[in-house]
Nanobody, 122 residues
Framework: QVQLVESGGGLVQAGGSLRLSCAASGGTCSSYHMGWFRQAPGKSREFVAAILRDGGHLYYAASVEGRFTISRDNAKNTMYLEMNDLKPEDTAVYYC???????????????WGPGIQVTVSS
């Protein structure tokens, strides 16, 4: 059973940057493909970015491509999301998740972190 915990969220002004981390325990991070999702108030959860277990393939939602960068360090059992040029519409609770499938669909992710708030002020 893999446990995931996010860190690095907070309040930032529009145009600013944040770096989220997702630490995995109870399992080997390198065994899973991993992703970031987010949910804004009153909206459904949406895919943000994903990275395959070897770090060789990256996937991004159109709304964040060019501004966000996903990466992972399997030796540290940690995944990251570097977020630049943040916009108020990026405000949401961000979740990291792990899956054994090659997918960007949240319903196929098996393990989830509790989530962390990111708030971007205008």
């Amino acid at each position: 059973q893999v446990q995931l915990v996010e860190s690095g969220g907070g309040l930032v002004q529009a145009g600013g940057s944040l770096r989220l981390s997702c630490a995995a325990s109870g399992g080997t991070c390198s065994s899973y493909h991993m992703g970031w999702f987010r949910q804004a108030p009153g909206k459904s959860r949406e895919f943000v970015a994903a990275i395959l277990r070897d770090g060789g393939h990256l996937y991004y939602a159109a709304s964040v491509e060019g501004r966000f960068t996903i990466s992972r360090d399997n030796a540290k059992n940690t995944m990251y999301l570097e977020m630049n040029d943040l916009k108020p519409e990026d405000t949401a609770v961000y979740y990291c998740a792990a899956t054994s499938r090659t997918t960007t669909m949240g319903e196929f992710y098996d393990y989830w972190g509790p989530g962390i708030q990111v708030t971007v002020s205008s």
